[in-house]
């Protein structure tokens, strides 16, 4: 019902800086929250960042202070900057639209992927 497209990724050296893009289509009207996750080979996808709505953020301790998500409601676009890129940060990036429309009716739609790769 609701389609992501994201682009951004690649790989840079640490202390570097990416930028991460998600456009959203399809039935957007009702996305809550939007947000990045990654998943490196071998372990579970992880929620980096989110947002809501009306503008509220949430991060992962280990991103505080580097990345930063923000949201272009008149684009449908979310995205992440990342900056200060570590090795640690290498991984698959996933955009997320989140559905909440009753307590009991939640949808979750996943872009395909975008690969970060850090370099030492």
């Known amino acids: 019902q609701v389609q992501l497209v994201e682009s951004g990724g690649g790989l840079v050296q640490a202390g570097g800086s990416l930028r991460l893009s998600c456009a959203a289509s399809?039935?957007?009207?009702?996305?809550?929250?939007m947000g990045w996750y990654r998943q490196a080979p071998g372990k579970q996808r992880e929620l980096v960042a989110d947002?809501?709505?009306?503008?509220?953020?949430n991060y992962v301790d280990s991103v505080k202070g580097r990345f930063t998500i923000s949201r272009d409601n008149a684009k449908n676009t979310v995205y992440l900057q990342m900056n200060s890129l570590k090795p640690d940060d290498t991984a698959v990036y996933y955009c997320?639209?989140?559905?909440?429309?009753?307590?009991?009716?939640?949808?979750?739609?996943w872009g395909q992927g975008t690969q970060v790769t850090v370099s030492s």
């Open positions: 947002i809501t709505s009306s503008g509220s953020t």
């Open positions: 997320n639209a989140h559905r909440a429309l009753s307590w009991n009716e939640h949808y979750d739609s």
């Open positions: 399809g039935i957007i009207f009702s996305i809550n929250t």
